[in-house]
């Protein structure tokens, strides 16, 4: 049985529909990208399997999340902060803005073992350094009792990581993890996560808009397009037979020949915005495959050769172009 | 933290200096002079002349300046004119019931000012909230001496729970210290509030949340102290304000103090009073702030590393 399991989740801010029937699994020890370019509605999947959409002014109106056989949508909240931190943990997008400016590196660390573990203020100390060193921290010790404002933008995130660490959670959600450092040092960082991760035995959702990274780390993918599932496959099977157009565009934009990764600007035409999705399959106006139905019916996510796509011209695992079938 | 202080302090030296400038310009080039004030009905302009010159009135202002100062460092405020005792005896008999009555109100408004603000950051838009919001706005536009008119009437004159004016019991600050503090209370309430909101609106507030830390905590431990450096920063100027802005509260309560002092000997345009009354306002202020700028380094390690 998976150990994240969403299914149809569907998610409103005020009148806006930014998710329509999300799921996908995240099995034990997996590593899970999740892509889509900006606005796509990654970090929304995100914070609603961490239950923090009341901090902005969203809800769950349909769909379940269910973690560890846990149903996480019903679960009191007093239940789900004992959670939060210690079975699921988050590493943000922004190192920079993700910790408290005012109080020390090991205070922020040592937080989540005092509040999960119940221990005592010098082992959550002790415990924190020895996480900073796992992370290669250099001279954890004295980083310890260091400001955010003295450190790097990469120190900064191997921090918000031991952070995330702490209480040895069994699945950790990393939001694009490295688009705010600095290009030399983001597959660094994001070698260190899995590492971690596949050394722990943990599971990872691994939110990127860069296919590059999804190569490098995961084991299967989850495609996000305009606030719906596009493709889900295996790593193998998205790279050899993606089938969904906007997938097939996603890796057409990794940079090739340089060792640096690039964002997506490749793909013609723009991201629509959540106030005005298209009506149909949401990637049609810019689809180079598109059919006369894809305008008006939305595609289905169905089984297509190894694994899902919502798109009415690929292959459905029968053999058949779905739309005339 | 030494540093930082040791650095703020030589700061404070040619504030000091200029400030010293001002208040001996201000008042001698404000017309009238209190040798008007003691000569007696039909005096010759040559007695007149003769007490001009015995209080050095006569001599060039930046010669009567230097004089001044020149005392002044040595610890000498000068002799009233009028009232014909050393100042500094002066401003020891007024200066502790305006200490009294300026931290109480000054520690009222802190304490209840954060503590309602705060309330209302974490109640937000409830019945909590927008009573506390509805206060605040009445607080922030009663002038302060009509407050305390209004509450000697209700609490001193018709209730009889306070007494009507005076210094000699505790009861009697009551009544001051509200109509004081009480503008400080809103204008704490607000800064707090609103800071509150706006730092629970940032990305390490989300990650605290993240890491499953109970919201009382996070608004205590991590919101409300960042919220503290702006509320100190306008406390550190309300110190002075307090100080010398309980000038009319003084006179309305007919009580003693730095205020009454310095309304009385500025009508009687008795010099040496006057400035040794700003004087001391311009070393609350400057003390004032410095205490604000101690407490913002405390709390906060870049202002400790900017200026230390
Ligand atoms: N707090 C919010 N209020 C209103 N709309 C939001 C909010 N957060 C995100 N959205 C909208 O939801 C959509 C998905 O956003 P997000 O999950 O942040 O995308 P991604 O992480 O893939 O870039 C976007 O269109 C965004 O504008
Ligand atoms: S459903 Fe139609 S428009 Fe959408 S991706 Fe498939 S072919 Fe393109
Ligand atoms: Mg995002």
């Known amino acids: 049985m998976a150990l994240l399991s969403v299914t149809d989740l569907s998610v409103s801010i005020g009148r806006l529909k930014p998710l329509d029937g999300i799921s996908f699994d995240i099995g034990k020890g997996e590593i899970v990208g999740m892509v889509g370019e900006s606005g796509s509605g990654k970090s929304l999947t995100a914070m609603s399997v961490m239950g923090l959409l009341p901090l902005i002014g969203g809800k769950m109106t349909s769909g379940s999340i269910r973690f560890d056989g846990i149903d996480l949508a019903t679960l009191p909240e007093p239940r789900y902060r004992a959670l939060r931190g210690r079975r699921i943990a988050l590493i943000s997008q922004n190192p920079m803005t993700s910790l408290d400016p005012i109080i020390r590196i090991g205070a922020q660390i040592d937080q989540v073992g005092i509040l999960h573990l119940g221990l005592s203020d010098a082992a959550a100390k002790a415990r924190s350094i020895d996480i900073m060193r796992q992370l290669r921290i250099p001279e954890a010790a004295t980083v310890h009792g260091n400001y955010p404002h003295q450190l790097s933008g990469g120190m900064k995130q191997r921090v918000v990581i031991a952070m995330a660490l702490a209480a040895d959670p069994e699945l950790m959600i990393a939001d694009e993890p490295t688009t705010a450092l600095d290009v030399t040092i983001q597959a660094q960082i994001i070698q260190i996560v899995v590492d971690l991760v596949r050394e722990r035995g943990l599971s990872l959702m691994l939110i990127t808009h860069d296919m590059g990274v999804v190569a490098q780390a995961c084991d299967k993918v989850v495609v996000l397009y305009a606030g719906r599932v596009a493709e889900r496959n295996g790593i193998d099977a998205i790279f050899g037979e993606p089938q969904h157009p906007y997938t097939r565009e996603l890796i057409r934009c990794i940079p090739r020949h340089d060792q640096l990764r690039g964002s997506l600007t490749g793909i013609p035409g723009a991201v629509p915005s959540v106030m005005d999705y298209p009506s149909g399959c949401r990637f049609h106006p810019r689809c180079a495959d598109a059919l006369d139905i894809c305008a008006g019916a939305i595609p289905a996510l169905e089984q297509k050769a190894a694994g899902f796509a919502a798109c009415h011209a690929a292959i459905n695992a029968a053999g058949k172009v779905s739309a005339h079938g | ?308």
């Open chain 2, 1 to 308: 933290m030494a540093n930082f202080l040791i650095k703020r302090l030589v700061l404070l030296i040619p504030v000091f200096l200029v400030v010293s400038v001002i208040i001996f310009m201000i008042i001698h080039l404000v017309p009238g002079d209190p040798i008007d004030n003691i000569v007696q009905i039909g005096s010759t302009p040559q007695q007149k002349a003769a007490l001009t010159a015995k209080y050095g009135l006569d001599k060039p202002l930046i010669v009567q300046y230097a004089i001044w100062f020149g005392k002044l460092m040595t610890g000498d405020l000068g002799e009233a004119i009028i009232l014909r005792q050393p100042v500094s005896s002066l401003i020891a008999q007024n200066l502790p019931h305006s200490l009294i009555l300026g931290s109480l109100a000054l520690a009222f408004s802190t304490v209840v000012g954060i503590a309602t603000g705060a309330l209302a950051a974490i109640r937000r838009d409830s019945w909590v909230d927008r009573t506390v919001m509805a206060v605040i706005l009445l607080g922030s536009t009663v002038p302060s001496f009509w407050l305390g008119l209004l509450m000697i009437l209700v609490f001193a004159v018709h209730l009889g729970w306070f007494p009507v004016s005076g210094a000699r019991s505790w009861s009697a600050l009551v009544l001051p210290v509200l109509t004081i503090g009480l503008g400080g209370v809103a204008l704490v309430a607000r800064v707090t509030r609103v800071a509150m909101m706006d730092i629970s609106r940032r990305d390490f507030v989300m990650m605290l949340h993240a890491k499953g830390v109970p919201p009382w905590r996070i608004n205590l431990q991590h919101i409300l102290r960042h919220a503290l450096l702006p509320v100190v920063t306008i406390l550190s100027l309300r110190i002075g304000w307090i100080l010398g802005g309980a000038v009319t509260i003084e006179y309305v309560f007919a009580r003693p103090g730095l205020g009454s002092l310095l309304i009385t000997s500025l009508n009687q345009r008795d010099y040496p009073v006057v400035q040794g009354c700003l004087l001391m306002l311009a070393i609350a202020v400057m003390l004032g702030t410095l205490l604000g700028d101690v407490v913002q380094a405390l709390i906060d390690p870049r202002v400790r590393e900017r200026t230390g």
